[in-house]
């Protein structure tokens, strides 16, 4: 099945700077690999997502970056405000059957004001 | 749009009794249902697929006689822990996407789970 690894675990900036995270999955035949951020105790919320016939998609301060021969892809936040604090989880669906999301272990984001 | 609601939102019960979650999508249907578990400061572990009118897929590792899940309609799933005890405590969530083609999944608020 489908294996995500996610670094790093835990991040800590200053408001203002960028913020990279980046995960790595095993089975080439994923193709959608969302990012959900949670804050404790509630619920994961998409923030952006991918899919494999495209490289970069950016919202606003949030970009991700896709590179399917190497299978890896990143979370790009820029600007970074205290609310973007929480952790944050990628994902990648492997099974394209059932739809299931295999996640990777999470990065816990302070930043700093 | 693409409301998911779980409820309850936290329970307690007491070792070797079942408790029953419910997953609804609230403006949309959803033919597949996800339900996840979350142990503190860890990540989400996929416990199985709930299908409208079959039966559940589960993962590996997953007892089918201790977490019986059942998808009676297309905007409702339910998950039973039967005979809980204190290892099950643990955050539950599920998730449900609209449509038929690949799109994106929704997660409800989760229940907390605390066993006894």
């Known amino acids: 099945g489908e294996n995500v690894e996610q670094h790093p675990s835990t991040l800590s900036v200053q408001e203002g700077d960028s913020a990279v995270i980046k995960c790595t999955y095993s089975d080439s035949a994923s193709n959608y690999f969302p990012w959900y951020k949670q804050e404790l105790g509630k619920r994961p919320q998409l923030i952006i997502d991918?899919?494999?016939?495209?490289g970069e998609k950016k919202d606003q301060r949030i970009a991700v970056t896709l590179n399917k021969t190497a299978k890896h892809f990143s979370l790009h936040i820029t600007e970074t405000q205290p609310e973007d604090s929480a952790v944050y989880f990628c994902?990648?669906?492997?099974?394209?059957?059932?739809?299931?999301?295999?996640f990777g272990s999470g990065t816990r984001l302070q930043v700093q004001p | 749009g693409a409301v998911v609601s779980q409820h309850p939102s936290r329970v307690i019960c007491k070792s070797g009794t079942s408790v029953k979650i419910e997953c609804r999508s609230l403006?949309?249907?959803?033919?597949?249902m996800f339900w996840y578990r979350q142990f503190p400061k860890q990540s989400l572990m996929l416990m199985a697929t709930?299908?409208?009118?079959?039966?559940?897929?589960?993962e590996q590792g997953v007892e089918k006689d201790k977490f019986l899940i059942n998808h009676a309609s297309l905007t409702l799933s339910t998950l039973t822990v039967t005979s809980a005890h204190p290892e099950d405590s643990s955050f539950y969530i599920c998730?449900?996407?609209?449509?038929?083609?690949?799109?994106?999944?929704?997660f409800g608020p989760g229940t907390r789970l605390l066993v006894l």
């Open positions: 403006d949309f249907q959803a033919t597949t």
């Open positions: 991918i899919r494999s016939n495209v």
């Open positions: 998730s449900a996407s609209p449509g038929l083609a690949r799109e994106t999944q929704y």
């Open positions: 709930s299908n409208e009118g079959s039966k559940a897929t589960y």
């Open positions: 994902a990648a669906e492997g099974d394209t059957g059932r739809r299931a999301l295999t």
